[in-house]
C-alpha cells in the first residue's frame, strides 16, 4: 500500500548491462509466467528510443511493450511505454509523450525543455498501473551504469526509485566480458540502486554450463548478488525493438537462412537496409516461413539475385529516398521484374512524388519525385496518422490469391492519394498494379492470408514449388519466451515461483 492507502504493484525492473543483451526477452517471458499463474502483471518502460513502434487506442508505443501487454494477456495501453523517442536524423528524435507525438527535438532540447514533463509522465503511468495490477515487469534501457546520465534516466535509474523496483540484471555471454560488465556494473551503478540487485541472468550461452560454474561462484563471492540462471542461446521468435539486431548501413545480412531447406529450393526477398529504417518487425513473419531468405542489403546493391523487393517504413522517407537515388536503387528496382511490396514508407518511395517534403526531411526541398512505379502522390503534412485498423484485402498484384480480412496498425506522416489507374487493395488504402503493391497497413504479413499470398506468388515468379509447411501454425514466441525462464532461472527472490 502507498502512504495514502492506495494498493500499488510489486516492481520488477529488468535492466542489462548494455544494449541488446536479452532484456526485452526476459521481460516477455516474466510476463507471460506471471499471467499463465494468474497474477495480474503489466509491462512497463518509461522511456523507450526506438522506430519500431506500434498503434494502441490511445496512441503509439515502443515494440517491446505491446510484445509484453500480449504477453501478459492484457490489451496495450500509452501507459506501459509513456515516452517513446524516435530517432529521424540529424541528432533529432520525434519524441512521443503518452502516445502523442510532441515534436522534433535534439537530445540537448529534449533534457533542458522537456525532461521534467516526460518524468511526470513515466511517474503518473506507473502509477496508474501500480493501482490495477499486482505485479509490474518493467524494462530498462541500454544499460543501467551509464555514470554521464544517472542524473537524467528515466527508464533505469529514475524507475527504479519512483517505482521502488527490485532490480534483476541482464548481461549477454556471446559478446565476453560477461563477467566483467556484471561487476563493473553493480561498481558504477548509484549506491541505492545497487543496495535493489535481487539477481542476475546471463543471456545466449552456447556450449556446456559446467564450464561457467567456477566464474558465478567467484562472481557471487565478490559481489553477494547471486546468478539465478544461464539462458542458452535461442530466439523464441519475438520481434527485435531496434535496429541493433540489424546489419549496419552497407553491410547485408539474411534471416531465414537456417531453417534446412536448401538454397535452390528457397526464395530470397531483399529488403534494402534504408539508414532511417522504421518497423522492420514487419519482415519477421516472412523470415519465419520455412524457405523465405529475408535479406538486408546495402543500398548499392543488385536485384539480380533477389525473387521479390520489400520497401520497409523509414523514420525519414524524404532522406532515405534521397539516399536510395545516390545509391542507384532506384535503377535497380526499376529493372527488377519481381514482386514489389512497399510498406508505410515503403509506399510512398513507390509513389510519382511527395509534395511539402521539408515537412518530413531535414532538407529544404519541397517537392521530390518518387520512384514512379505507382500512380501515387503523397503530400506532407504536421498530422501524424496512430490507428489500429481492421480491412478486407482484395488479394491483386504480389498478394494475389488472398481474398480476407486483415487487420493490423497504421502510423504515418503524409496522405496519398491516386493520381492514375491502379487497384485498391486495402478497401480504399494502398495501389496495386499486376507486380507492384503499398499500403500503410503495418504487421501486414503477420496475417496469414497476405504472408501466404505474397510467398505462393514469389515462389511462382523464382519457378520454384513454395513449402509444404506453408500456412502451418508457429509455437507462440510468448511461450517459447516463459519457458526459457521457467527451465534455466531460479524463481527464488522473484515475486512467484514457477
Known amino acids: ?249 552497407g553491410e547485408r545480412a539474411v534471416r531465414g537462412a537456417d531453417d534446412g531447406v536448401p538454397d535452390d529450393r528457397s526464395v530470397t526477398a531483399a529488403v534494402p537496409r534504408l539508414p532511417r529504417i522504421s518497423n522492420f518487425t514487419d519482415l519477421h513473419p516472412l523470415a519465419a516461413v520455412p524457405g523465405v531468405r529475408v535479406a538486408y542489403v546495402p543500398l548499392s546493391d543488385s536485384l539480380a539475385e533477389a525473387d521479390a523487393v520489400v520497401l520497409p517504413g523509414s523514420k525519414n522517407t524524404v532522406d532515405d529516398l534521397l539516399a536510395l537515388r545516390e545509391a542507384g536503387f532506384d535503377d535497380a528496382l526499376s529493372d527488377f521484374d519481381g514482386p514489389v511490396v512497399g510498406l508505410c514508407g515503403g509506399y510512398q518511395l513507390l509513389g510519382e512524388e511527395i509534395r511539402n517534403a521539408d515537412i518530413e526531411g531535414t532538407s529544404e526541398r519541397e517537392r521530390v519525385e518518387g520512384f514512379g512505379l505507382l500512380p501515387v502522390r503523397t503530400t506532407f503534412s504536421q498530422t501524424k496518422t496512430v490507428e489500429r485498423v481492421e480491412r478486407y484485402l482484395n488479394g491483386v498484384g504480389p498478394l494475389a490469391g488472398a481474398d480476407d480480412p486483415i487487420e493490423g496498425y497504421e502510423i504515418h506522416m503524409g496522405e496519398s492519394t491516386l493520381v492514375g489507374e491502379a487497384a485498391r487493395p486495402f478497401e480504399g488504402d494502398g495501389a496495386a498494379t499486376d507486380r507492384v503493391l503499398g499500403t500503410y497497413l503495418h504487421d501486414l504479413f503477420a496475417n496469414a492470408a497476405a504472408r501466404d499470398a505474397f510467398v505462393r506468388n514469389t515462389f511462382e515468379h523464382a519457378g520454384t514449388e513454395p513449402p509444404a509447411a506453408l500456412g502451418a501454425d508457429r509455437p507462440s514466441p510468448y511461450d517459447r519466451a516463459a519457458s526459457f525462464l521457467a527451465e534455466h532461472v531460479d524463481s527464488g527472490p522473484l515475486p512467484i515461483e514457477w
Open 1 to 249: 500500500m502507498t502512504s495514502n492507502g492506495e494498493p500499488t504493484a510489486d516492481t520488477i525492473l529488468v535492466a542489462g548491462t548494455a544494449s541488446h543483451v536479452g532484456k526485452s526477452t526476459v521481460a516477455a517471458g516474466l510476463c507471460r509466467l506471471l499471467a499463465d499463474r494468474g497474477v495480474s502483471v503489466a509491462p512497463f518502460k518509461a522511456q523507450n528510443m526506438s522506430n519500431n513502434a506500434r498503434a494502441t487506442p490511445g496512441g503509439e508505443i515502443g515494440v517491446s511493450q505491446y510484445v509484453q501487454a500480449r504477453a501478459a494477456r492484457v490489451p496495450p495501453t500509452t501507459d506501459h511505454n509513456p515516452v517513446l523517442l524516435k530517432p529521424r536524423g540529424e541528432g533529432e528524435s520525434q519524441l512521443v509523450v503518452d502516445g502523442e507525438a510532441v515534436g522534433h527535438f535534439a537530445a540537448g532540447e529534449y533534457y533542458d525543455a522537456h525532461w521534467e514533463d516526460a518524468l511526470a509522465a513515466a511517474r503518473g503511468a506507473h502509477a496508474r498501473l501500480a493501482a490495477d495490477h499486482d505485479v509490474i515487469v518493467a524494462e530498462g534501457a541500454g544499460s543501467i551504469a551509464e555514470i554521464n546520465l544517472h542524473d537524467r534516466d528515466l527508464a533505469n535509474v529514475e524507475t527504479a526509485r519512483f517505482a521502488d523496483a527490485d532490480v534483476l540484471l541482464v548481461a549477454d555471454i556471446e559478446r565476453g566480458g560477461v563477467f566483467a560488465s556484471l561487476v563493473g556494473t553493480l561498481e558504477l551503478v548509484p549506491d541505492d540502486v545497487r543496495e535493489r540487485v535481487i539477481g542476475a541472468v546471463i543471456t545466449k550461452f552456447r556450449g556446456d554450463e559446467s564450464l561457467l560454474a567456477p566464474g558465478l561462484a567467484a562472481f557471487e563471492e565478490r559481489t553477494g548478488v547471486p546468478i539465478l540462471g544461464v539462458i542458452p542461446h535461442d530466439d523464441p521468435g519475438l520481434p527485435e525493438e531496434d535496429s541493433v539486431a540489424l546489419p549496419s548501413v
